[in-house]
Each structure stands twice: as structure tokens, then as C-alpha cells.
């Protein structure tokens, strides 16, 4: 964003000093924003004073929107930091960058008293406070620990607050989950808790915490892939404008984070550390994901069919295998897209990728959610940009068109799921191997419009990986392909 297209950005919005809650109106105090910066096309925007430095949350309203978001923002007590490019998309809740207790005392306002011991199923009673004030209200949980014992479904929620000071911890009675839990509505998926509705603003204000118990499913499943009605830890459900927050979430059951059939909603400064797959994104528009910490074996953050205008930024990812787009094309017939996936400054620590596609086979072999191929469609306009990859584990970058059900034969090549406008740049760090890609596209859709440029990734040895495998793919921008990908069924993006 140019210094003059910034100016007038901010001339159209309205800026809060973090610290002081003050309202500043850009059409007086413009000089004092010429050199606010900007990196990449997603950053937070910071503002330099002609005196000193401060942070401003960035908000944009006009009209009728004025008064009132005069009245509900201030003071002002937390640090969000708005992303430029997801504001013109919605008035993101006012409320969600003020104390939510400020002018809202006329709100109801639930505390949910905790049972205090684990034979106490605190489930009724956390289900009683989201019936009471998951309208117009608020919901408390303390700094203390709640027994989830039962499935939650909180859907329909409007224009609610929840903060959550304390611990969720899951029950452990397995034959009760694989029994009871909720259905998502994707690839056969389940759910431990549902949650739905518009204006959510879920605060865990950097240290209340969804304890999934996961070590005890780690162990019973042994392994096995997607075991049936194993829940997932939380599931975002038709949810719009809305900002989850300051979470953290320990041990998950399965998947951490499902979202689907939502849109407009930020999920910012989440901290996982699971041995499972964390954010996963279907059926969606509008979703970012910024600030992240994510340590895990599986997937970082997956987008899945569906999803559109999915911004990733300002994360830093440990161990698991990267930003994943897919699985995708599992439904026989089908058609399904990802489109307009941004992934930009983006920190990893020895994960196997950086980003990577993986797309079922041409032929269906078996079901959902372990099976299935012979899908339809495309993703396009993907791009990664300022990456900052530690001792990759693999090829940052790779495209595997052969995913099938376990240990079935498989036709590499077949995939009528096509994946082109692809964008990588701006890459560095280091790598213990000298692949930069892999590319195994399909022959009956290759890959096409593929463009990378600045990759400076050193191996042990002190020399840079330089190597691109291709198969299938049209129209290179930036690299020449220096051999051929190799093509054997792949769950992770390269054999």
C-alpha cells in the first residue's frame, strides 16, 4: 500500500490510541499518519508521531455508525491488531475492541459457577448461562477449572461476549464421546462442542484454555487415521462477523479447530500445542487466521473445500507439516474450489512443509472420511509471501495429486482437481534438503501459472537448495524445473 493510498485509507476511518482510548480524527491529524507502514499487502498498520511511537486499532465507520461506535469503544483495553485488508469486508463488532463491560452494565451478564470436582458434569451449567445470555449478553467463565463431561451445542448466538478466564477440560469416558458426538457435516467429521451464530466474541484473554484430554484418545485409536466419531475439540458452525481470541488450546481430541459454513470471522493470537491437526477451514468466506502458535505432528492450518478469501498471517508454526490446501476433490462428482489464500509472514521450526497441496485421485476407492477420490474442481489464487522456514524436515513447497485410501493402488496422474495461479516469494532460512518443490500434478488437469522468486534456503553444508520437480506442470515463472516429481500416493505432500 502506497504512503497516499494509506493517507486516504485512514482519512475514511476513525483511529483509537491503544493506550489512552482517545478517538483521533485522521482528516485533522493527517500528517501524523504519513508514515505509518505497512508489510505486505496484510499487515497491521502502525503509526509514527511526530514525537513518539504508538499502536492504533484501526477501525472504519461512517454514517450511523458514527455515534454509536463513539459511545461502545472506549476505553480501551486490549491490543487487537486489525488486519488492513479484512476491514473493508465488515464493521467487525465495535464492541470487540473495548472492554466488554463498558457501557453494557444494562446487559445480562452469566457467571458459570463450576462444580469443583471431576464427577461434576459442569456441561448443564454452562449450558444454562449460553441459553440465558447467548443473546444481548455476556458469559463468565471464572479462573478456575470446568468438568466437560456431555456434547455442547451453542448455536444461534447473537451479538454475545464470552470470556473465558479459566480451564475447559474434557471428560475421558470414550464409549460416551464415540456415542454422543455432534455431527459436523463434513467428510463424516465429529464434534465435542458446536458453536454458531453472528457478533460472537469468544475472549480468552491469553490464558483460558479448552483441555481436550487428548492423550487418552492419542492411545486408544493407535494411529488410525480419521477413527470414526472421534470429536473434534471445537467446531465454528454457521457463524458471521464474529472474533475469537486469546485462546489456548492443549491436548485436542482430534482436529482443534473446525470451521465450516461461515464467514467474517478473525481468530486472532491462538496458541495450540496438540499432538493432532489444528485449524481446519471448509465451506467458508472471509476467515483469517493471524497471530498463531501452533506446535503439533499434523497439519498447522488446513484449508479444505470451499473456502474463500482465507488470510494466514503473523504465525509461527512447530513440528507439524505446514499450511496445508486440502485434502480436496474426496467426493466422487463433486465440484469444489479454494480460492484467494493468502499465507504471508509466516515463521516455521523444523515442520515438514511450508505450504502444500494434496488432492484425491481420479478414481473413487471406498468413502469418507478415509476414502473416496474422483473429485471435481480447482484451487487457484494461492500465494505465500515473507516465510521464514528453520530446518524444514522436507521440500517447503510441494503438490501431491494422489492421495487415496490406505494402501489401495493408484493412478498418480488421474486427479480431476486442477490447481493453478499459484505464487511463492520472498523465502528464507533453512532446509535439509536441496528440493525447494515438488510438484506431482495431474495429467488430466496439470498444474498451471506457477511463479516463484526469492527463495534463499541453506542446507547444513552451507549451499542453497535449488532443485524443482515437476510433473504435469505449464507455465513456470521465476524457476526452471530441474527433474521429474516422483509419483507414489502421498498423505503428507511428497513421497
Known sequence: MATTDRVEFLRRSYLINIKSGEWLDPAQNVDLFANS???????TIKVRTRDNHERYAVVIIGGSHESYARQSCQPIVVDIMYLANILPWV?????VIADATTGQSHRRTCVVKA???????DTPAILNAFRRCGKEGRIVFQNT??????VMNTSGLHNCDIDLYGTLLWGTNISYWLSNSLDVGYQNQSTAWVMGGKNIRFNGHGYGTLNGNGQVWYDFVKSVSNYPRRPHALTVARASNSVFQGLRFLQSQMWTLSVIHSDHILFDS????????????????HITFNNWTVVNGDD????????TDILITNSVFYRGLGIAIGSIGQYKDVFETIERVRAENITYYGTLHSLYFKTWTGEQVNYPPNGG??????????SASNLHAYNLRGAPFTISQCTTFARAP?????????????RIEDVTGSSTTDVVASFQCSAVKPCTEIQIQNVNLQLANGTMADEYLCGNVEGTRGFNCTGKACEKPSATGGC
Open 270 to 285: 491462538i496458541y495450540v500445542n496438540s499432538t493432532t491437526t489444528n485449524g481446519n477451514s471448509a465451506r467458508n468466506s
Open 373 to 382: 477420490g474422483s473429485g471435481l474442481g480447482y484451487a487457484s489464487d494461492i
Open 145 to 150: 477449572t470446568y468438568h466437560v463431561n456431555s
Open 115 to 121: 462444580g469443583g470436582s471431576e464427577s461434576v458434569d
Open 37 to 43: 507502514r505497512c508489510i505486505g499487502r496484510s499487515a
Open 300 to 307: 498447522s492450518i488446513s484449508t479444505k473445500a470451499n473456502s
Open 91 to 95: 464493521l467487525l463488532p465495535l464492541a
Open 410 to 422: 493408484s493412478n498418480c496422474t488421474s486427479s480431476k482437481f486442477q490447481i493453478r495461479d499459484l
